[in-house]
């Protein structure tokens, strides 16, 4: 349910809003908008009568969200949300491009991705450090060790850091390295791990569930902004379908999708969508033609070597000539990148 303020409304009569819902078992969550104020109260419906908030001084109206899914719904925030990473905005003008290996696997390599990317433009190194393989025979991570080696790069070049969280046993650690915590498709309905993350004051890239309808995953996202991080960045990084062409099929209809129903920013993941990396340019362009409000993409110094994912990375050079030839699609759609 969304309580809308009138435009006069005072601190005062927002507090006494937000305490009555309280008082009656609702979460509540006050969005400032430059005009008015409109409070989102979640919770269980069969213990409101509406009338008695209608009334009460400085409320305007009340409209219920017919969404399942409410604090990541349009219809609460009708302005696009912007995820803030220290001075990187995701959801803004700028197309932000997060770039690194599928895997952390030593320092030296990593560090210079973390250079090459950041000449190319890219404002994040991602890597992974714990890794959900689908053999249990296939390298796992480097697990903290990893951590260190993306901190380490950090150090060395500015850049932000993503990385996926794969238990909820790891969240703080992983969050104390991390600028945004990675929740994985093979996880985007792992209830427990994402009411973690929620607890978490780290963004948290949750990225689409293999077979995961639009709404599912919307939901995935509410679990995490439910249990108090709005800090939410989506990553559509292809689905399962009967195409085997490509590893995965990127839906790049889930942008516009998304936009409309959501005001969460969506990326998108071409390099797991495409597993060829022949195939990641023409799926990172069409991403930025479609509206995505970032791109991660993996780029390794030596893909046949690479301990994971190699024929989907991107050499560095590649990966270059890839951020000059996204700069005219990205000012065609009025953005920059
Ligand atoms: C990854 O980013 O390396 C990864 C494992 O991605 P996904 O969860 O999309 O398969
Ligand atoms: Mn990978």
Same mark, same amino acid.
């Given at each position: 349910?969304?309580?809308?303020?009138?435009?006069?409304?005072?601190?005062?009569?927002?507090?006494?809003?937000?305490?009555?819902?309280?008082?009656?078992?609702?979460?509540?969550?006050?969005?400032?908008?430059?005009?008015?104020?409109?409070?989102?109260?979640?919770?269980?419906?069969?213990?409101?009568?509406?009338?008695?908030?209608?009334?009460?001084?400085?409320?305007?109206?009340?409209?219920?969200?017919?969404?399942?899914?409410?604090?990541?719904?349009?219809?609460?925030?009708?302005?696009?949300?912007?995820?803030?990473?220290?001075?990187?905005?995701?959801?803004?003008?700028?197309?932000?491009?997060?770039?690194?290996?599928?895997?952390?696997?030593?320092?030296?390599?990593?560090?210079?991705?973390?250079?090459?990317?950041?000449?190319?433009?890219?404002?994040?190194?991602?890597?992974?450090?714990?890794?959900?393989?689908?053999?249990?025979?296939?390298?796992?991570?480097?697990?903290?060790?990893?951590?260190?080696?993306?901190?380490?790069?950090?150090?060395?070049?500015?850049?932000?850091?993503?990385?996926?969280?794969?238990?909820?046993?790891?969240?703080?650690?992983?969050?104390?390295?991390?600028?945004?915590?990675?929740?994985?498709?093979?996880?985007?309905?792992?209830?427990?791990?994402?009411?973690?993350?929620? #607890? +978490?004051?780290? @963004? /948290?890239?949750?990225?689409?569930?293999?077979?995961?309808? $639009?709404?599912?995953?919307?939901? %995935? =996202?509410?679990?995490?902004?439910?249990?108090?991080?709005?800090?939410?960045?989506?990553?559509?990084?292809?689905?399962?379908?009967?195409?085997?062409?490509?590893?995965?099929?990127?839906? #790049? +209809?889930?942008? @516009? /999708?998304?936009?409309?129903?959501?005001?969460?920013?969506? $990326?998108?993941?071409?390099?797991? %969508? =495409?597993?060829?990396?022949?195939?990641?340019?023409?799926?990172?362009?069409?991403?930025?033609?479609?509206?995505?409000?970032?791109?991660?993409?993996?780029?390794?110094?030596?893909?046949?070597?690479?301990?994971?994912?190699?024929?989907?990375?991107?050499?560095?050079?590649?990966?270059?000539?890839?951020?000059?030839?996204?700069?005219?699609?990205?000012?065609?759609?009025?953005?920059?990148?």
């Amino acid at each position: 349910m969304i309580i809308i303020m009138n435009k006069d409304a005072t601190r005062e009569q927002i507090d006494n809003v937000e305490h009555k819902l309280s008082e009656l078992g609702f979460k509540t969550h006050p969005i400032f908008g430059e005009v008015k104020t409109v409070i989102g109260a979640i919770g269980d419906k069969r213990h409101l009568n509406p009338q008695l908030i209608s009334i009460m001084p400085g409320v305007e109206n009340i409209v219920p969200i017919m969404k399942p899914f409410k604090l990541a719904s349009r219809e609460l925030k009708q302005i696009s949300s912007i995820v803030e990473i220290g001075d990187v905005k995701i959801g803004g003008n700028e197309i932000v491009v997060m770039a690194g290996p599928c895997a952390i696997e030593n320092e030296s390599n990593f560090v210079e991705t973390a250079i090459r990317v950041k000449e190319a433009g890219a404002k994040i190194i991602r890597g992974g450090a714990f890794k959900p393989r689908t053999s249990p025979y296939a390298f796992q991570g480097l697990e903290e060790d990893g951590l260190k080696i993306m901190a380490s790069a950090r150090e060395a070049t500015g850049l932000k850091l993503v990385t996926e969280v794969v238990d909820t046993r790891d969240v703080e650690l992983v969050a104390s390295y991390a600028d945004i915590l990675q929740i994985g498709a093979r996880n985007m309905q792992n209830f427990r791990l994402l009411q973690e993350a929620g #607890l +978490s004051k780290k @963004p /948290v890239l949750l990225k689409r569930g293999l077979a995961a309808t $639009i709404e599912e995953w919307l939901m %995935a =996202a509410e679990y995490i902004m439910a249990a108090g991080n709005p800090n939410i960045i989506l990553c559509e990084r292809g689905i399962r379908t009967y195409e085997t062409a490509t590893r995965n099929t990127l839906d #790049l +209809s889930a942008i @516009p /999708v998304i936009k409309e129903l959501s005001h969460l920013p969506i $990326i998108v993941d071409p390099s797991h %969508a =495409a597993g060829t990396w022949k195939y990641v340019g023409p799926l990172a362009k069409g991403a930025v033609a479609t509206g995505a409000d970032g791109l991660i993409i993996e780029v390794h110094l030596d893909p046949p070597n690479a301990f994971s994912d190699g024929p989907q990375s991107l050499r560095p050079d590649k990966f270059a000539e890839l951020m000059n030839e996204l700069k005219p699609m990205a000012s065609a759609v009025g953005r920059i990148i």
